[in-house]
């Protein structure tokens, strides 16, 4: 007595593994009718199949139009029926993106972040006036914070400046200002007393049961 048996070596590949090898050898049959109203009838109750095992999809936008364009691919692009959709393009699928480009960081100084830069760029849009000479000095106390998260205890505030300046390519300038910023000690302090706080949320005491306090036990 001898088997027919069919092994997974030898069968064609999948083009959508989810939907299995029953789908596809549906959409293969699909492919096959001679007729187009055979051809339309099926199509329509491959589709319904293929939303009832992808249930998921359902919370996608264009659901239906994701179905169709999944059976046209599983169909190698040789389906001619009826679709309420545009057929795509094989090209057009296998088409290359474009390359993503890199986020500007400020590389030069990484201990402070990229969302300094971010600030620096708002700070120079802005009109001359007290509003952005309060925001450049926010940004710098920031800046000087960072530096001593990562660095030092200690900073001068010259450093500061000159950071800032070569950031903004020259054009915030505090190098000469009379104006000084938070002492180190007090951002220090402000870390330490944070990061105590938050020990604190996270410590639980514990939890004693007092039913069995005053049970004996054998």
């Known amino acids: 007595m001898t088997f027919d048996l069919e092994y997974n070596s030898e069968r064609p590949l999948m083009i959508i593994p989810e939907y299995g090898r029953h789908i596809q050898k549906l959409v293969d049959h699909c492919v096959a009718l001679e007729t187009k109203e055979e051809r339309d009838k099926m199509a329509k109750a491959i589709v319904d199949v ?30 001619d029926v009826e679709s309420p959709y545009p057929q795509p393009s094989k ?12 986020p500007k960081s400020a590389s030069r100084y990484r201990y402070y972040g990229n969302n300094i830069q971010t ?17 450049v000095f926010t940004i710098a106390n920031h800046m000087k914070k960072c530096y001593l998260n990562w660095n030092k205890d200690t900073v001068d505030d010259n450093v500061i400046f000159n950071h800032l300046y070569d950031l903004s390519d020259g054009k915030l300038d505090l190098r000469n200002s009379e104006e000084t910023l938070s002492e180190s000690k007090s951002l220090l302090k402000k870390r330490t007393t944070q990061g105590q706080h938050n ?20």
């Not at 999809?57 to 169909?75: C, E, G, N, S, T």
């Not at 090209?91 to 890199?102: A, D, M, T, V």
């Open 50 to 79: 293929m939303g009832n095992l992808q249930p998921h999809l359902r919370d996608v936008p264009d659901f239906k139009h994701k179905l169709w364009d999944q059976l046209y691919i599983m169909a190698d692009f040789k389906l």
């Open 91 to 102: 090209e057009e699928l296998q088409e290359k993106p474009e390359g993503l480009p890199y």
């Open 119 to 135: 600030m620096i760029d708002i700070a120079l849009s802005w009109e001359e006036g007290e509003k952005k000479e309060a925001l």
């Open 199 to 218: 020990s604190k949320n996270n410590y639980k005491k514990p939890h004693h049961n007092n039913q069995n306090k005053n049970r004996k036990r054998y």
